[in-house]
Structure formats: structure tokens, C-alpha cells
């Protein structure tokens, strides 16, 4: 079990570039969560895949933000013409599939997003 | 909906004094219920978790839990802090289903930092 594995950790771009991050889940899980988390707020859902389909997106941000993850191992979250109110911690989290009781999620790191 | 509301944003206690960090729920459904712990710039790591069964669940680096649903609370205790224990603190809910139609998504509370001082 190597966890769940982010990248890149630190990301600086300026308002209006296109910023892609990336999750690797750990190996097993076929689940795979996104949660976008601001200073001083708990981590908000975003999306999630159960192997490669996304079976909930309606609480991705904007049309901006989009999320895919083509062959069911990892996945990435993109956010085109990134605006200022987009910097915060990006985490990823993978399980098994069933509810959260028996299948706890396992986080990454997280990608912290800064825009200029 | 599903929601947590965390008393205190910031709890400090000294080494060796009892932790309390509160946590109150809304859910429509019976709710698993779940205390995550974040160090600085890394993700979360579960504490514990209550799902059925024995109210009071003990996890990881001698924290404990009462799922009170009188009260709908979930309060974290541990009886001596340790200086290790610094870092922020989430309660988390999540539909109380574990078949595999569930989500499993979680429904996070703003957070509680916990300072230890010498």
C-alpha cells in the first residue's frame, strides 16, 4: 500500500491559465474522490469516479472545472481560465466501493493551487 | 441534507490536559459519523469512525468518540494531550448506507485546530 499520490504538490499560475493536477489512488481502490479544500473550511466534495465513470459531478464549481479518469486507475482535475477565488488545496481520496462506513477513504497530500 | 457544525475554530490546551473538540450533525438519514485529523500541508488521516453498534468507538493515537443521538452529537476526547496532538481536527458525516449504490461522499465541518502548549 503506497497511498494515494498527488502531483504536483505546490502549483503557481496566473489568472486566466489552464491548471491540471493529477491523483494516483492506491492500486486496489476503485473508487476515487476529488474535495477542493479554502483556508479555515473543511474539504468540499467535488466529484467522483467508480472505476472510470463519473458518477457525480453536479457539484464541480463551474464548467471550468472538470475531472476524468480514463482507465479506471488515475485520475485528473482540471480547472481552465483559473480565476483568484480558485487558490485553496485540491485532495484526492480513494476506497473501495460501498458506503464510507466499511470502505474509509484515503487521502493524499493534496495539490495546494495558487493564483496570481 | 447532511451537515456538521464543529464548535471552536481554535481549542488550546496544555500537555497532559483532557482534549475535547465538539461536533454537532443534521442528517435525514442515520449517519456515519467520522474524525479525521490534518497535519500542516498534508491530507487527512481517519481518527476513528462510528457506523452501528457500540456508541462510544476508540481509534488511533488515543482518541475516543460518543455518538450521542439524543443530542446529535459526536464529541472527540482524549484524556492527556500530547504535544504530537497540535494539528487540525474535521468531523465528517456521510449517508448511512454501505451498499454499493452509496456515494460515500463526505460531508466535512470547518475544522478545529488544537494548540498544546508545554
Known amino acids: 500500500d503506497t497511498g494515494v499520490s498527488q502531483n504536483p504538490r505546490h502549483k503557481i499560475t496566473k489568472r486566466g491559465q489552464n491548471v491540471t493536477f493529477r491523483c494516483d489512488p492506491i492500486?486496489?481502490?476503485?473508487?476515487l474522490y476529488w474535495y477542493r479544500q479554502t483556508l479555515g473550511q473543511g474539504p468540499e466534495f467535488l466529484t467522483y469516479?467508480?472505476?472510470?465513470?463519473?458518477?457525480?459531478k453536479s457539484r464541480l464549481l463551474s464548467d471550468r472545472f472538470s475531472a476524468e479518469r480514463p482507465k479506471g486507475s488515475f485520475s485528473t482535475l482540471e480547472i481552465q481560465r483559473t480565476e483568484q477565488g480558485d487558490s485553496a488545496m485540491y485532495l484526492c481520496a480513494s476506497s473501495l466501493a460501498g458506503g464510507a462506513g466499511n470502505q474509509p477513504q484515503h487521502f493524499g497530500d493534496g495539490t495546494r493551487l495558487s493564483i496570481l | 441534507a447532511q451537515s456538521v457544525t464543529q464548535l471552536g475554530s481554535h481549542v488550546s490546551v496544555s500537555e497532559g490536559a483532557l482534549v475535547l473538540l465538539r461536533c454537532n450533525y443534521s442528517s435525514s438519514v442515520p449517519p456515519y459519523l467520522f474524525w479525521y485529523v490534518q497535519y500542516p500541508n498534508q491530507g487527512l488521516q481517519l481518527l476513528l469512525k462510528?457506523?452501528?453498534?457500540?456508541?462510544l468507538v476508540k481509534g488511533i493515537n488515543g482518541f475516543e468518540a460518543e455518538f450521542k443521538k439524543s443530542e446529535t452529537s459526536f464529541h472527540l476526547t482524549k484524556p492527556s494531550a500530547h504535544m504530537s496532538d497540535a494539528a487540525e481536527y474535521f468531523c465528517a458525516v456521510s449517508d448511512g448506507s454501505d451498499y454499493g449504490g452509496s456515494q460515500g461522499n463526505l460531508i466535512f465541518g470547518k475544522g478545529t485546530k488544537l494548540s498544546v502548549k508545554p
Open positions: 462510528y457506523t452501528t453498534g457500540a456508541t
Open positions: 492500486s486496489e481502490h476503485n473508487r
Open positions: 469516479f467508480q472505476n472510470e465513470a463519473q458518477l457525480e
